[in-house]
């Protein structure tokens, strides 16, 4: 049982408990994309594994009818034991979530797996056009030529600032550097799409010029947070009308995933220390 610390971050053990989740945030006009917590398989059967709970949730939102997605990783389906048996397992996915309507989002991992995760999304977008997304990391030098060449892909993108420790040689290291960066990958993807872009931040200032960019250029965009941040600016942009999905992820791996939202910002370790001593 997920203990009532961990529960803002992590949506459930279950399926029916992440889709009680879902339809929480549906009332108040959120989107849910809903990962299944598990990463870096060595072991083919575990990546297996995961893939058919995948499948097996479209069909659960499908039959649901409620506004979800999923987003799986690349070391949870594959990557860490070839890159054809991850292209084949995302393929499959997508070609479900195709069937059903449904939609499909890749998050990115680590600077070593993202050529292999851009390939398959390209290959698997061109396939599937617009029913699967890929998140892309401006901390990464190497994004805006990423993204040149994604532009045109038939499937969305979602841009974030990255939360991994890469080296130097290939990432900005300072949060003004990053941030500066993410602006304008923000405005190249503005200015070069009219749909398809996924503002993957919790930054008010980012948050914003989204807004402003989206007015200047018609372009539809979604704001995509977590479960667990600033979550009523979450419901108070929904209420303005604009389009938010709420990442939220769910399963029996919950412990390290908490451990990190915790770690990661000052006030979830305040809330986490407030709620250890009661208080």
Request: with cysteine; aromatic share 8%; glycine share 6%.
């Amino acid at each position: 049982m997920i203990p009532p610390i961990a529960r803002r971050f992590v949506a459930g053990e279950s399926v029916p408990e992440v889709l009680e989740h879902v339809r929480a945030c549906n009332e108040d006009d959120i989107a849910v994309i809903v990962n299944l917590l598990g990463e870096h398989y060595d072991d083919p059967a575990d990546a297996r594994a995961d893939v058919d709970t995948y499948l097996g949730l479209l069909q659960d939102v499908a039959d649901s009818g409620l506004d979800a997605c999923v987003s799986v990783k690349p070391s949870q389906i594959g990557l860490d034991v070839s890159a054809d048996l991850f292209e084949a397992h995302y393929r499959e996915i997508v070609a479900r979530a195709h069937e059903l309507d449904a939609f499909v989002w890749c998050d990115m991992e680590d600077a070593d797996t993202t050529d292999a995760t851009l390939d398959a999304f390209e290959s698997i977008a061109t396939e599937y056009p617009w029913s699967v997304g890929q998140c892309v990391q401006s901390n990464l030098k190497r994004t805006r030529e990423d993204l040149e060449r994604l532009v045109a892909v038939p499937g969305a993108i979602r841009l974030v600032k990255g939360a991994y420790d890469e080296p130097a040689s290939v990432a900005y290291k300072g949060k003004a550097d990053v941030d500066e960066a993410y602006r304008g990958d923000l405005r190249f993807l503005f200015e070069r799409r009219d749909r398809g872009v996924a503002v993957g931040s919790h930054d008010p200032a980012m948050l914003a010029l989204a807004d402003r960019l989206a007015r200047e250029h018609a372009t539809d965009y979604e704001v995509q947070m977590l479960m667990g941040v600033r979550e009523d600016a979450q419901r108070d942009l929904a209420a303005q009308g604009v389009d938010v999905a709420q990442y939220a992820p769910y399963g029996d791996k919950w412990l390290s995933y908490f451990y990190r939202r915790v770690r990661e910002r000052k006030e979830n370790l305040a809330f986490a220390a407030r709620a250890i001593v009661g208080r």
